[in-house]
């Protein structure tokens, strides 16, 4: 766990990682950043852009290289895109350089939240369902491997969540502070 007070937000699409930072800025009095918000400004083009032109492997080496430089700013909340985790280098980066919540949400619930967005490129399919399935099992571990904290946010308001992180935070930085010592580090290099 980061030395700098930094919380990451990690979690598939659709569990309001976007909405409770901006709580959590306020709550906390910090910046808030969305990684692919920032993507969108550097670059000048929005993602379902970026994912036709370049592809997701093009998307996916952008978003790390922005995970990295992220990640390296003091005392910012992040929220981070789904994908986020799947590059090993942003697990380890998002891991060590601050504190990571994993905002979690059924598959019923981010189907809810998501089924109509034109914005998330990996659900303009057929079946949504079956997609975000699909992205469950494969990323449900590294979300797992990457947090400090996890959080379930299905059928609770953003405000009621936010709450609940920024307590568990002041109780997870106090812990740290009075035992000097953080969780035994976990192998980023698998994929």
Same mark, same amino acid.
């Given at each position: @766990? #980061? *030395?700098?007070?930094?919380?990451?937000?990690?979690? =598939? @699409?659709?569990? #309001?990682?976007?909405?409770?930072?901006r709580l959590l800025a306020a709550q906390l009095n910090m910046p808030f950043h969305d990684s692919d918000r920032e993507i969108?400004?550097? !670059?000048?083009?929005?993602? =379902?852009?970026?994912?036709?032109? *370049?592809?997701?492997?093009?998307?996916?080496?952008?978003?790390?290289? @922005?995970?990295?430089?992220?990640?390296?700013?003091? #005392?910012?909340?992040?929220?981070?895109?789904g994908g986020a985790i799947l590059d090993p280098m942003s697990r380890r980066h998002l891991h060590e350089r601050g504190t990571?919540?994993?905002?979690?949400?059924?598959?019923?619930?981010?189907? *809810?939240? !998501?089924?109509?967005?034109?914005?998330?490129? &990996?659900?303009?399919?057929?079946?949504?369902?079956?997609?975000?399935? *699909? &992205?469950?099992?494969?990323?449900?571990?590294?979300?797992?491997? /990457?947090?400090? &904290?996890?959080?379930? !946010?299905?059928?609770?308001?953003?405000?009621?969540?936010?709450?609940?992180?920024?307590?568990?935070?002041?109780?997870?930085?106090?812990? /740290?502070?009075?035992? #000097?010592?953080?969780?035994?580090?976990?192998?980023? !290099?698998?994929?």
């Amino acid at each position: @766990m #980061g *030395e700098t007070n930094n919380v990451f937000l990690i979690g =598939p @699409m659709g569990v #309001g990682k976007s909405t409770i930072g901006r709580l959590l800025a306020a709550q906390l009095n910090m910046p808030f950043h969305d990684s692919d918000r920032e993507i969108e400004f550097a !670059t000048g083009a929005d993602i =379902p852009w970026i994912f036709d032109v *370049e592809g997701e492997p093009g998307f996916r080496v952008r978003e790390a290289r @922005m995970i990295d430089t992220l990640t390296q700013r003091k #005392g910012i909340i992040l929220a981070t895109g789904g994908g986020a985790i799947l590059d090993p280098m942003s697990r380890r980066h998002l891991h060590e350089r601050g504190t990571v919540v994993y905002l979690r949400a059924s598959v019923a619930q981010q189907l *809810e939240r !998501t089924g109509k967005d034109k914005n998330r490129p &990996l659900l303009q399919t057929a079946d949504p369902l079956a997609k975000i399935k *699909e &992205l469950f099992k494969i990323r449900e571990p590294l979300y797992r491997e /990457t947090a400090h &904290l996890i959080i379930d !946010t299905s059928r609770r308001s953003p405000r009621s969540v936010s709450t609940d992180i920024t307590r568990q935070l002041r109780s997870l930085w106090s812990q /740290t502070e009075v035992t #000097g010592q953080a969780a035994a580090e976990p192998d980023f !290099t698998k994929e």
